[in-house]
C-alpha cells in the first residue's frame, strides 16, 4: 500500500527581504533617529533644497516658528543627502518613528524618488521614500529672502535645539561630505545669519560707565 508523502514543514513567516531606503535632506542627514541597515551620502534630481517650511514644534514655537528646509520641484536642481536603508523590523520602526516627526508634527507628505548614491556611477538609482512639506500645509511659510530667513532662524528654538544649530549643522554636512557642490542658498542663509550675529552681540552688550 502506497503512503501519502508526509506533508513538508511550511517555512516561518519571514520578515521581508527587499529593503526600503529614505532619503533625508535636512536634519536625518545627521540625526535620523531609527536604527538603519546602511547609510549613504548622494543626490536626487528635479529638486532644490528651500528653507520654506515653518516648524513651530523642533526649531521654534507658535509664537516664533523656525524655519526648516523643505523641496521645492526644479528640474534642473540636484539635492544632496543621505539615504538610509532599513530592514525587517527596522522598517515598521522607522516608519512609525517618521510619521511622528516628519508628518504628524512637521507638516511632511511622502513620495517616491530615484536616488543616486555618491560613490556609484551618476545613472544607477536607488528608489527612496522622501517626506516634502507642499504649500497646502499650515505650517508652510514660503519664499523670503536669505536675510530675512536668516533672521528668523536666529530669534527661533523649539523643542529640539535651536534653529541656528539646525542650519550651521547641515551647512557643515554639506561642506564636510559634498565638499564639490555649491548650496548657494543654504549658504547664503549660513552667511547671512554670521553677519547678523556680531550686531545682536554688540547690541546685547551693557554699556560702561565712565
Not at 17 to 37: A, D, H, M, Q
Not at 140 to 146: T, V
Not at 163 to 182: G, H, K, S, T
Not at 189 to 197: C, D, M
Request: hydrophobic residues 35%.
Amino acid at each position: 500500500m502506497k503512503r501519502d508523502p508526509l506533508p513538508k514543514p511550511q517555512p516561518a513567516e519571514q520578515e521581508p527581504k527587499t529593503p526600503l531606503w529614505i532619503f533625508g535632506y535636512g536634519s536625518l542627514v545627521w540625526r535620523p533617529g531609527f536604527e538603519f541597515t546602511s547609510r549613504r551620502v548622494g543626490f536626487i534630481r528635479g529638486y532644490s533644497r528651500r528653507f520654506w517650511q515653518g516648524d513651530t514644534f523642533h526649531r521654534g514655537s507658535e509664537k516664533l516658528p523656525g524655519r526648516v528646509v523643505t523641496l521645492q520641484e526644479d528640474y534642473d536642481a540636484c539635492t544632496w543627502g543621505v539615504a538610509y536603508e532599513v530592514r525587517g523590523e527596522q522598517i515598521a520602526a522607522s516608519l512609525q518613528y517618521l510619521n511622528m516627526r516628519e508628518a504628524v508634527l512637521g507638516g511632511y507628505d511622502t513620495k517616491l524618488v530615484k536616488f543616486h548614491p555618491q560613490d556609484k556611477e551618476a545613472d544607477e538609482s536607488i528608489l527612496a521614500l522622501v517626506y516634502i512639506a507642499t504649500p497646502q500645509n499650515p505650517t508652510y511659510l514660503g519664499p523670503a529672502s536669505e536675510e530675512d530667513i536668516a533672521a528668523q532662524i536666529i530669534v527661533s528654538s523649539g523643542r529640539t535645539g535651536h534653529n541656528i544649530e539646525y542650519l550651521l549643522r547641515l551647512a557643515d554636512f554639506m561642506r564636510y561630505f559634498c565638499p564639490q557642490v555649491e548650496d548657494d542658498h543654504l549658504f547664503s542663509i549660513e552667511e547671512a545669519l554670521i553677519s547678523i550675529l556680531p550686531c545682536l552681540c554688540h547690541a546685547e552688550e551693557p554699556l560702561v560707565e565712565g
